[in-house]
């Protein structure tokens, strides 16, 4: 991948999730192949951003060993926009730092496309009057798998985040208002499956040590 895909780009792992198909454990620090899933994404992620972030809502010294970590918006774990509230305002109180770009994916899908960044970038780099991009698979959206330009005001993005979060708490639905793009990928399907179960996270095991 250029080196020009990953610059200026924040990565951001929503790592808030309740857990409640995993006895409410916090599944990005359950062991996965043999290490905790978060040092499986952060690894998939780290060549596609120059910077990293994680956005939880508990464990927070654990996380911290593996790069900055934010709050969770809500403690109430009212989902996915929660974290991306989070996320925004943390960009908007370190506009010393305030990248152009700002790649999301969720803690559960230990292997997101390695050209994330640089399709969703270049969609986004195609039509100047789009805000944001995200990864469609299979005539399915993966809203969480996106891409928001930042330039301007990151909180007032964390605003419309919040009022979003209130309003109906749906990612797609937030996507939907502001026109987002879809970006088609003809990735695996590993690549957006997310793991919700101790099952899943056995058959990812057993699968991978096939291989």
């Known amino acids: 991948m250029p080196v020009a895909a990953a610059d200026d780009t924040l990565g951001a792992i929503i790592a808030g999730g309740a857990g409640t198909r995993v006895g409410g454990e916090d599944k990005g620090l359950l062991a996965l192949s043999g290490r905790p ?25 654990v996380y911290s060993r593996y790069a900055p970590v934010v709050h969770d918006e809500t403690d109430g774990r009212a989902g996915p926009l929660a974290g991306l509230v989070s996320a925004f305002g943390f960009l908007a109180a370190n506009p010393h730092a305030l990248p152009r770009w700002l790649l999301t994916v969720p803690v559960d899908c230990p292997d997101p496309p390695g050209d ?9 780099e195609a ?15 993966q809203p969480l798998f996106a891409l928001y330009r ?44 997310n793991l919700n179960t101790p099952a899943d996270f056995d058959a990812y095991d057993r699968s991978h040590a096939a291989s």
């Open 150 to 193: 930042v330039d301007g005001d990151p909180g007032e993005w964390s605003a419309e985040a919040r009022m979003a979060l209130h309003e109906h708490a749906s990612p797609w639905r937030w996507h939907a208002s502001m026109e987002a793009l879809a970006v088609d990928f003809d990735a695996p399907d590993m690549a957006f499956h």
């Open 37 to 61: 899933l978060v040092e499986q994404v952060l690894e998939n992620l780290r060549p596609q951003c120059d910077r990293l972030l994680i956005v939880a809502n508990r464990n927070f010294d």
């Open 127 to 141: 039509d100047a009057t789009a805000c944001c991009a995200f990864a469609r698979r299979a005539g399915k959206a």
């Open 116 to 124: 994330l960044a640089v399709r969703l970038r270049a969609s986004l």
